[in-house]
């Protein structure tokens, strides 16, 4: 009996000892929480006008093409056209702009002709390593690039 008492406890602490080995630990994903992320707009300032004339020839371009978008004194987005689309009887068009002079950013951009024949932008200018972005916003009848959190952006 003794043997017995001794082999069922030997095996009752192999077994929770070997379950405590099997619990995996869960890390918080500091990719996608952002936290660790540099940010790939550092240098520049928090708002960046954007003409309708300059939105309107971006959406005028073709797949492949290259382009320059002069934003600032201190800022010139390049980048190579990915892909132009127009949907709901030419009511929406899209361009996304793959850059070159920001590694891992895009600029997409979208016109919206509404009913009564009003035009609206949108857009944003976002990489998924960095912890920052641009948001196409309109401020005082107005566009212009507004710097984000990519976290407050995106959701996980």
């Given at each position: 009996?003794?043997y017995?008492?001794?082999?069922?406890?030997?095996?009752?602490?192999?077994?929770?000892?070997s379950?405590?080995?099997?619990?995996?630990?869960?890390?918080?994903?500091?990719?996608?929480?952002?936290?660790?992320?540099?940010?790939?707009?550092?240098?520049?300032?928090?708002?960046?006008?954007?003409?309708?004339?300059?939105?309107?020839?971006?959406?005028?371009?073709?797949?492949g093409?290259?382009?320059?978008?002069?934003?600032?004194?201190?800022?010139?987005?390049?980048?190579?056209?990915?892909?132009?689309?127009?949907?709901?009887?030419?009511?929406?068009?899209?361009?996304?702009i793959?850059?070159?002079?920001?590694?891992?950013a895009?600029?997409?951009?979208?016109?919206?002709?509404?009913?009564?024949?009003?035009?609206?932008?949108?857009?944003?200018?976002?990489?998924?390593?960095?912890?920052?972005?641009?948001?196409?916003?309109?401020?005082?009848?107005?566009?212009?690039?507004?710097?984000?959190?990519?976290?407050?952006?995106?959701?996980d």
């Open positions: 009996m003794k017995l008492i001794t082999g069922f406890l030997s095996l009752a602490v192999i077994c929770f000892h379950n405590g080995f099997a619990q995996k630990s869960v890390s918080k994903d500091t990719d996608h929480g952002g936290h660790d992320k540099p940010a790939l707009f550092y240098d520049l300032p928090d708002q960046l006008p954007l003409q309708p004339a300059v939105m309107q020839s971006l959406l005028n371009t073709t797949t093409q290259k382009v320059q978008i002069t934003m600032s004194d201190k800022f010139t987005y390049e980048g190579v056209v990915s892909s132009v689309t127009a949907k709901y009887n030419n009511t929406i068009h899209s361009v996304f793959r850059s070159t002079n920001r590694p891992g895009g600029f997409n951009l979208s016109q919206v002709t509404l009913p009564d024949g009003s035009v609206m932008y949108s857009g944003r200018i976002i990489s998924f390593q960095s912890s920052d972005c641009f948001e196409l916003k309109k401020i005082d009848d107005r566009y212009y690039l507004v710097k984000r959190n990519f976290n407050d952006l995106v959701n």
